[in-house]
Structures are given as structure tokens and as C-alpha cells.
């Protein structure tokens, strides 16, 4: 069990127990045939983190979060700013005269 879940990040492990179940079943099915078993299931029931590391992922969770709340942000300012380069480039190329105040 401990070199199944070695292979996988700990993210992995905690959302899937399927897959995880699968490499732990064929592990255990290699060792067993040995002595003539088959083994047709194993089942992990319940995988509870340390607290400090459902802490630490909670913290990753919410960065992630932040980030892409930032760069949603960010890309509405670009489309702002080229929907404003082409209106003042369309005003200059027909003549018109504009002007900007930033705030």
C-alpha cells in the first residue's frame, strides 16, 4: 500500500480510491499467487490526512483560487485596454480628436 500511494500525489490519493484500489489489488494479487490465492478486491474506505496537511491544502486550494481570480481580473483589464487602443486608433484614422483622462 505504501509504495501504491508513493506513486501518486497526495491530491491523487485523496480523490482516487479507484485507481488507487486497482494498483494495491495487483500488487497484493502478485504476491499472493505464490501461495496459490486470488485475491478479487481490495478497498480503501476512508483516507483521513494529518490536520496539518488538510491545512496546507486548504491554503494551496484558496491560493489557486486567488491566482485565478487575479488573472480573470487581469484579462478583463487587457480586453479594456485593446477595446480602447482600437476605438482611439478607429477616432485618429477618421479624424476625430480625443481625449483621455485616466483615473
Same mark, same amino acid.
Given at each position: 500500500?505504501?509504495?501504491? !500511494? ?15 484500489? =486497482? ?23 476512508? !483516507? ?5 496537511? =488538510? ?29 480602447? #487602443?482600437?476605438?482611439?486608433? #478607429? ?5 476625430? =480628436? ?6
Amino acid at each position: 500500500m505504501r509504495a501504491a !500511494i508513493g506513486e501518486l500525489e497526495l491530491d491523487e490519493v485523496l480523490h482516487a480510491r479507484a485507481k488507487l484500489n =486497482t494498483m494495491i489489488c495487483e500488487t497484493v494479487q502478485d504476491a499472493a499467487l505464490a501461495w496459490g490465492l486470488e485475491i478479487k478486491r481490495y478497498e480503501l474506505t476512508d !483516507i483521513s490526512p494529518d490536520k496539518h496537511i =488538510t491545512e496546507a491544502m486548504d491554503k494551496q486550494a484558496a491560493a489557486e483560487r486567488e491566482r485565478r481570480k487575479q488573472v480573470h481580473r487581469w484579462l478583463v483589464v487587457k480586453a479594456i485596454l485593446v477595446d480602447s #487602443s482600437l476605438a482611439f486608433a #478607429s477616432c485618429r484614422h477618421n479624424g476625430i =480628436t480625443v481625449h483621455c483622462i485616466c483615473v
